[in-house]
């Protein structure tokens, strides 16, 4: 079973940059597609961007399309999340996430309700007008 550790959250002002990383260990990184969700308070849990095991494809949500880019380094088992011209309503826990089954899409995962899929502890981003 993999785990998952995210870090670089923070606080930034409006219009800022932040870079989470998400450290994976105790499985085969190389062949997880991974994803970064975020939950801000009151409110659900939603899909930000998702990349494929060979980073050849991405998917990002449309409120962060052009903002936030994800990335990763396989060699290092680290999947990474650059966030710039931060808006206060990115102001949320960060989570990184492997589905269980690697042919989920992982839009999917937002639901939470999948209790065999792999998700990090969370990192809090904080951004003031």
């Known amino acids: 079973q993999v785990q998952l550790v995210e870090s670089g959250g923070g606080k930034a002002q409006a219009g800022g940059s932040l870079r989470l990383s998400c450290a994976a260990s105790g499985g085969t990184f190389s062949t997880y597609p991974m994803g970064w969700f975020r939950q801000a308070p009151g409110k659900e849990r939603e899909f930000v961007a998702a990349?494929?095991?060979?980073?050849?494809?991405?998917d990002y949500a449309d409120s962060v399309k052009g903002r936030f880019t994800i990335s990763r380094d396989n060699a290092k088992n680290t999947v990474y999340l650059q966030m710039n011209s931060l808006k206060p309503e990115d102001t949320a826990v960060y989570y990184c996430a492997t589905p269980y089954s690697h042919s989920t899409p992982m839009r999917a995962l937002a639901g939470g309700d999948r209790p065999d899929d792999c998700w990090g502890q969370g990192t809090q981003v904080t951004v003031s007008s």
């Open positions: 990349i494929s095991w060979s980073s050849i494809t991405t």
